[in-house]
């Protein structure tokens, strides 16, 4: 069978083959702790999931507008509002299957051959690809370690050609957890509209956020004057444990979300509507949304927390981005590459296959020398994994000494 060249690049998604393999190893009876997979182990809460199954009892299983039911739209826009402190237009809310749908239509409604996007690195593992398909040239930037990987200026700078389009990034961060103060983000927002590059902001982990506002900081607290051409990303899936509900939304000018609605109207049409009617009870009662996002959050800290102190017992020799966001610790492995291991990808399925933890490696997200846990597990679970981790990472740190 003879493929057509825009797949000719294409990798499979890298944190979904690991908890794929994860789930196959426990399906065949192995004692497998998977760390591997982005999603909070919360259910959606009672009053959000019956809101769904009510849509459907009502009858809203039928097609709705490509770009989300007006409803919600509005609730978004408004919810948004509060965070901008200026009214936010629906009209620029497009509601997708999940945070990755509109990533994908915005990557290609706006880029095309012969442009360069910058992908903030490390990147989430479908950043590279979803530009790569758009047939635009993805351009990994990567900031120092002592800020934590994150971009400034002169880092975006120094990668700049005539060619550069766009700058894709997040915060929270997928995979560091990472955080941008907003000082940080006006100056990369400041260097954007200078060289008319279009700022998409991965916002999704917003609302998992350990600093003392309720949500991480955004684009949208930003001056609006200061903003050039952007979209913003963000759903329902992280932050009221909705996942398989598969609720995303992008915001930008009217403008760009017409463009991206007619794309997706070629595509995929319309999210489930049972799904976009869950999401308007969430986005329309902001009160009881954000109690349901405080009390995940308590619990996302208090992991966080212990991770970051069972590091320190167990393995306090491995350097690790301190997450400030999120639910992922992004740790260094190359403290025991040697004679037994050359890369992640060598570390992490030495862990997997010998004590039964799944990790993603840092080829995912273009650095073989860390590796990536996900901490939305329970407490014990979480003891358990790093115990396990140290039967392999210990000797191997030992042995390179």
Same mark, same amino acid.
């Given at each position: 069978?003879?493929?057509?060249?825009?797949?000719?690049?294409?990798?499979?998604?890298?944190?979904?083959?690991?908890?794929?393999?994860?789930?196959?190893?426990?399906?065949?009876?192995?004692?497998?702790?998977?760390?591997?997979?982005?999603?909070?182990?919360?259910?959606?809460?009672?009053?959000?999931?019956?809101?769904?199954?009510?849509?459907?009892?009502?009858?809203?299983?039928?097609?709705?507008?490509?770009?989300?039911?007006?409803?919600? =739209?509005?609730?978004?826009?408004?919810?948004?509002?509060?965070?901008?402190?200026?009214?936010?237009?629906?009209?620029?809310?497009?509601?997708?299957?999940?945070?990755?749908?509109?990533?994908?239509?915005?990557?290609?409604?706006?880029?095309?051959?012969?442009?360069?996007?910058?992908?903030?690195?490390?990147?989430?593992?479908?950043?590279?690809?979803?530009?790569?398909?758009?047939?635009?040239?993805?351009?990994?930037?990567?900031?120092?370690?002592?800020?934590?990987?994150?971009?400034?200026?002169?880092?975006?700078?120094?990668? =700049?050609?005539?060619?550069?389009?766009?700058?894709?990034?997040?915060?929270?961060?997928?995979?560091?957890?990472?955080?941008?103060?907003?000082?940080?983000?006006?100056?990369?927002?400041?260097?954007?509209?200078?060289?008319?590059?279009?700022?998409?902001?991965?916002?999704?982990?917003?609302?998992?956020?350990?600093?003392?506002?309720?949500?991480?900081?955004?684009?949208?607290?930003?001056?609006?004057?200061?903003?050039?051409?952007?979209?913003?990303?963000?759903?329902?899936?992280?932050?009221?444990?909705?996942?398989?509900?598969?609720?995303?939304?992008?915001?930008?000018?009217?403008?760009?979300?017409?463009?991206?609605?007619?794309?997706?109207?070629?595509?995929?049409?319309?999210?489930?509507?049972?799904?976009?009617?869950?999401?308007?009870?969430?986005?329309?009662?902001?009160?009881?949304?954000?109690?349901?996002?405080?009390?995940?959050?308590?619990?996302?800290?208090?992991?966080?927390?212990?991770?970051?102190?069972?590091?320190?017992? =167990?393995?306090?020799?491995?350097?690790?981005?301190?997450?400030?966001?999120?639910?992922?610790?992004?740790?260094?492995?190359?403290?025991?590459?040697?004679?037994?291991?050359?890369?992640?990808?060598?570390?992490?399925?030495?862990?997997?296959?010998?004590?039964?933890?799944?990790?993603?490696?840092?080829?995912?997200?273009?650095?073989?020398?860390?590796?990536?846990?996900?901490?939305?597990?329970?407490?014990?679970?979480?003891?358990?994994?790093?115990?396990?981790?140290?039967?392999?990472?210990?000797?191997?740190?030992?042995?390179?000494?």
């Amino acid at each position: 069978m003879r493929f057509s060249s825009n797949i000719a690049q294409l990798r499979p998604s890298a944190t979904i083959a690991v908890s794929t393999l994860a789930k196959r190893l426990k399906a065949e009876g192995r004692d497998i702790i998977d760390l591997s997979a982005g999603e909070p182990d919360f259910d959606t809460p009672d009053w959000i999931a019956e809101a769904g199954v009510q849509a459907i009892r009502d009858g809203h299983t039928r097609y709705t507008p490509a770009a989300g039911i007006p409803e919600l =739209r509005r609730a978004i826009a408004a919810y948004h509002s509060a965070e901008a402190g200026r009214s936010l237009d629906a009209e620029g809310v497009v509601v997708g299957a999940g945070a990755k749908q509109p990533l994908f239509n915005a990557c290609f409604t706006l880029f095309g051959p012969g442009d360069e996007v910058l992908v903030a690195e490390p990147y989430w593992t479908s950043y590279p690809e979803m530009v790569t398909l758009a047939r635009a040239t993805p351009v990994p930037v990567r900031g120092s370690e002592a800020r934590d990987l994150k971009l400034t200026p002169e880092d975006l700078e120094r990668v =700049r050609t005539p060619a550069t389009r766009g700058l894709l990034f997040s915060s929270p961060s997928n995979p560091s957890g990472a955080v941008y103060t907003l000082d940080e983000l006006a100056a990369v927002a400041d260097w954007a509209r200078a060289h008319d590059v279009v700022l998409l902001a991965d916002e999704i982990y917003q609302r998992i956020y350990f600093g003392d506002a309720d949500r991480a900081p955004g684009l949208l607290a930003l001056d609006a004057g200061t903003l050039g051409p952007h979209v913003i990303f963000n759903g329902a899936s992280k932050a009221v444990a909705m996942t398989g509900w598969r609720i995303g939304y992008s915001l930008s000018d009217v403008d760009v979300a017409r463009q991206i609605t007619a794309f997706q109207s070629h595509t995929t049409s319309n999210a489930a509507s049972p799904s976009q009617y869950a999401a308007l009870a969430a986005y329309s009662d902001p009160p009881r949304m954000n109690a349901a996002v405080a009390d995940m959050g308590v619990a996302f800290r208090r992991r966080r927390d212990l991770v970051v102190a069972r590091m320190a017992e =167990r393995l306090p020799a491995i350097p690790y981005v301190r997450p400030e966001g999120a639910f992922y610790l992004y740790f260094r492995v190359d403290g025991v590459f040697g004679d037994r291991f050359t890369s992640a990808s060598d570390v992490c399925t030495a862990v997997l296959e010998e004590v039964g933890v799944a990790l993603v490696p840092g080829e995912a997200f273009g650095d073989p020398t860390y590796a990536r846990m996900s901490y939305a597990t329970s407490d014990a679970v979480l003891e358990e994994a790093i115990d396990r981790m140290a039967r392999v990472l210990g000797p191997a740190l030992a042995a390179v000494r």
